[in-house]
């Protein structure tokens, strides 16, 4: 089955930094990628997605890039905010196949 | 309140117990599915429904856990027996159907904010 690797584990980053976070999965099947962010307490929220027909896709300060050949897609934040702290899930699946096969976490913290 | 509703939000049971918990997804989602997450991991899937068939079941879904969603609707997972490792954060999510021209099947995926179980 599908086996999603998720790097680093804790990042800690400068107030107007960047920070990127990176996912490799095992499945060359799978072609849907979502980006989740926890905040303490609360549910998963979907933050951004891509699928496999792109390699790159843009939301305001966050984007995701995919290399479908080296099966890795990471997470981009730039001008980082206090806000913006949290735990990032990435997330791998196949069409048809319905579940979501998650990494295990980055804890992300914004420094002021 | 539209989003995907968990009842309760907090359970505390002892070994042995019997525990069942509910979720209410979004009433346009056909799809359903629930996750096991412990702390300071990512949610791992335990079974989905299609509409009222359950579709998979993960091999984590021991003898002692059940899942149903009678009518399409609402559903409930019920652990028989707890153990300790047992307590955990249970997350209910739902989906959308898939757009007809093959989209994405998991667009729209929306968590509930949990059942927090915690086994003494």
């Known amino acids: 089955g599908e086996n999603v690797e998720q790097h680093p584990s804790t990042l800690s980053v400068q107030e107007g930094d960047s920070a990127v976070i990176k996912c490799t999965y095992s499945?060359?099947?799978?072609?849907?990628f979502p980006w989740y962010k926890q905040e303490l307490g609360k549910r998963p929220q979907l933050i951004i997605d891509?699928?496999?027909?792109?390699g790159e896709k843009k939301d305001q300060r966050i984007a995701v890039t995919l290399n479908k050949t080296a099966k890795h897609f990471s997470l981009h934040i730039t001008e980082t905010q206090p806000e913006d702290s949290a735990v990032y899930f990435c997330a791998a699946s196949q069409q048809g196949a319905q579940k979501l096969v998650f990494g295990q976490g980055t804890r992300l913290t914004i420094n002021p | 309140d539209t989003g995907v509703s968990q009842d309760p939000r907090h359970k505390i049971t002892k070994r042995g117990q019997n525990v069942t918990f509910r979720c209410d997804p979004i009433?346009?989602?056909?799809?359903l599915y629930w996750y096991r997450q412990t702390l300071g991991q990512g949610p791992e899937f335990l079974t989905y429904f299609q509409n009222e068939a359950q579709l998979e079941k993960s091999r984590l879904l021991s003898d002692r856990f059940s899942a149903e969603r009678p009518k399409g609707s609402f559903s409930t997972l019920e652990i028989q027996r707890t153990e300790q490792g047992d307590s955990a954060m249970y997350l209910c999510a739902s989906s959308r159907p898939s757009y007809p021209g093959g989209g994405s099947p998991n667009y729209g995926y929306t968590f509930g904010s949990g059942t927090r179980l915690t086994v003494v």
């Open positions: 009433s346009e989602h056909n799809r």
């Open positions: 499945d060359s099947a799978s072609n849907y």
């Open positions: 891509i699928r496999s027909n792109v």
